[in-house]
């Protein structure tokens, strides 16, 4: 076949795949249809067999260049990832993330056992002797947290009704104080007010690095054969088990529960999720299967690296709910309300959301 007649058959193809190529760089919100797909992918097959045909026969490096670079734009155009947008990344944590999480559930039974078990059989240690969390716990840290939930009174908060005497301004007196007062206890309450937002939206950041870095040590310290993501779960079941053991030996039952309740859903759960991320690439490393280890890694990483994210994604809403609704001066039994609550929707969230109906 000449070139001339080889160039006249061949240049209609050429140019439909130039035509898709623009239809699906062009518009936001333009799509190849499913048909169209395929027929960019034989089109994309035709052209290299073209461009390998077209060197072989040195018909000119003009050519060449030209089918060339419709080569390289297709391959990009079909092997690059989707454009990432809200609706892909809620459709990730509402479907996909649950699904990772069920099709991995031995992993993550593995971690919650290496998790809750220590911290569970340390709460309740330490709070029937509490001197055993000086062992597990720096003394300096167990003060510390003693003082956060004692909610301990000072005397310029309570008014000795008896210390009145006459020299205490009474009836229109009073009135006229308050009311010469009144701006600046105005001004004083909008300062507090912003100060305390200000102190919670600093105190959320905190909460998130602190909860997220905890999930990143799990999750990263699998690639150590799995050995580093066990002992951070352990090491973390057992400290969180120890404070809160104390902190119930002391007396402060109610101010700690209603703290932890509603956050805790997300945040301990997260965590034993992460683990499980952890111990799947330690897995991969130990039992490559027919792969090598490297491409054992690869393969079951990208779910593992799946399966992390979600797991921060709920320590950052626990890191939300820490800051803002846990300190809130919100009656207990409500806490323990929305807490249960919570609890129940991480449960029903990653065990039925994303599955399948027929």
Not at 181 to 195: F, K, Q, V
Not at 309 to 337: N, Q, T
């Amino acid at each position: 076949m000449t070139k001339q007649r080889y160039l006249e058959q061949r240049r209609k193809v050429w140019k439909r795949f130039e035509r898709l190529l623009e239809k699906q760089r062009g518009t936001k919100g333009i799509r190849l249809t499913p048909a169209e797909i395929a027929e960019f992918s034989r089109l994309m097959r035709e052209l290299s067999n073209d461009l390998a045909t077209i060197r072989s026969r040195d018909w000119g490096q003009g050519l060449v260049e030209y089918l060339n670079h419709l080569v390289v734009r297709g391959h990009n155009a079909f092997y690059r990832a989707s454009p990432a947008g809200w609706d892909r990344f809620l459709e990730f944590i509402m479907i996909g993330f649950p699904r990772l999480f069920r099709q991995n559930f031995g992993y993550f039974s593995v971690a919650a056992a290496l998790f809750f078990v220590p911290f569970a059989v340390t709460w309740i240690a330490v709070q029937n002797d509490p001197t055993i969390a000086l062992r597990i716990v720096d003394a300096a840290q167990l003060d510390m947290v003693d003082q956060m939930y004692a909610g301990e009174e000072t005397e310029e908060d309570s008014t000795d009704v008896e210390e009145m005497t006459d020299e205490t301004p009474a009836g229109e007196d009073i009135a006229e104080s308050a009311a010469a007062e009144g701006d600046s206890t105005d001004d004083e309450a909008a300062e507090l007010e912003a100060s305390f937002a200000e102190s919670r939206t600093v105190m959320a950041g905190f909460y998130v690095q602190h909860n997220v870095g905890i999930a990143l040590q799990c999750f990263a310290r699998g690639l150590l054969l799995g050995l580093g993501t066990m002992y951070t779960l352990l090491s973390n079941g057992l400290g969180i088990g120890c404070i809160a053991g104390y902190v119930l030996s002391r007396g402060h039952t109610e101010r700690f529960l209603s703290f932890v309740v509603s956050h805790g859903s997300f945040e301990l759960t997260a965590i034993a999720i992460s683990g499980g991320a952890g111990l799947m690439l330690g897995d991969a490393l130990l039992h490559p299967g027919q792969r090598t280890r490297l491409d054992a890694l690869r393969h079951r990483g990208l779910e593992a690296v799946q399966i992390a994210a979600g797991a921060a994604v709920m320590l950052v809403v626990a890191a939300l709910i820490e800051a803002f609704w846990s300190p809130s001066a919100i009656p207990a039994i409500v806490k323990y309300s929305v807490g249960g609550c919570l609890w129940l929707l991480v449960a029903m969230y990653l065990g039925l959301s994303g599955v399948r109906r027929s």
